[in-house]
């Protein structure tokens, strides 16, 4: 069995300065991780993913999670927040055992609000 | 445009009738994946299909529901007698097998039910 947990459900931050979300997961197996980003009234875009090469994944826009097997950690960062930043992020977990079909699953989301 | 295509995008119906949505993955992946999600939350898997085969399916996909991909390439998602419980969007995703692959979703089928 897979889950994700996403510590923060809303996350409030100042244009130009850091981002910081949280992911921790728990999988049966080898995991793929991937963050994805929902604007309103959107579809989800992939942001980046994690599949065993280097624990430092670097995205679009910016962005960049780190994958810490000793902490079951995949944390989204940006060092500056810009106002199209403003959406709704998703941790997911993909359990890559041959049974599992690759399926996703999602954590419950964090907000990302962006002031001026 | 080589995205998944799904329709409609936004669908309102009365409490007890029938809507269906079809989804139209990238070409060549023959891995198709439903999910729902509903307002506030991450979206949910309901079921999957390799190629033609329906291989898994959520109990949250009651007897109401009815997935099918016919010919290995669209799909459509059927609910009967719809609830207002039903209100979600409904998102279809597509890949290509192997460990890793990204899934690439479309843009949601929104319901209402009234």
Redesign the interface.
Same mark, same amino acid.
Not at chain 2, 40 to 45: D, I, L, N, V, Y
């Given at each position: 069995a897979q889950s994700v947990t996403q510590l923060d459900s809303h996350v409030s931050v100042s244009e130009g300065t850091p981002v910081l979300l949280r992911c921790n997961y728990s999988s049966s197996y080898s995991p793929?991780l991937?963050w994805?980003v929902q604007h309103p009234n959107?579809? *989800?875009? *992939?942001l980046l !993913?994690y599949?065993?090469a280097a624990t430092l994944v670097k995205g679009i826009n910016g962005f960049e999670a780190e994958f810490k097997k000793s902490e079951t950690s995949f944390h989204l960062t940006k060092p500056s927040a810009h106002m199209s930043d403003a959406a709704e992020y998703?941790c997911v977990v993909?359990d890559?055992g041959k049974a599992a079909?690759? !399926? *996703?699953?999602?954590?419950?989301?964090t907000r990302v609000l962006v002031k001026p | 445009d080589t995205g998944v295509s799904q329709n409609p995008r936004h669908k309102i119906t009365k409490r007890g009738q029938n809507v269906t949505f079809r989804c139209d993955p990238i070409s060549e992946h023959n891995?198709l994946?439903w999910?729902r999600q509903t307002l506030? @939350?991450?979206?949910? &898997?309901l079921t999957?299909f @390799?190629n033609e085969a329906q +291989?898994?399916k959520s109990r949250l996909l009651s007897d109401r529901f009815s997935a099918e991909r016919p010919k290995g390439s669209f799909s459509t998602l059927e609910i009967q007698r719809t609830e207002q419980g039903d209100s979600a969007m409904y +998102?279809c995703?597509s890949?290509r097998?192997?460990?890793?692959?990204?899934?690439? &979703?479309?843009?949601?089928s929104w319901l209402t039910v009234v």
């Open positions: 793929s991937f994805y959107k579809g *989800l875009q *992939l !993913k599949t065993s998703f993909s890559d079909g690759n !399926k *996703l699953t999602f954590g419950g989301g | 891995r994946y999910y506030g @939350q991450g979206p949910e &898997f999957y @390799q +291989l898994e +998102l995703a890949r097998p192997g460990a890793g692959n990204t899934i690439y &979703f479309g843009e949601g």
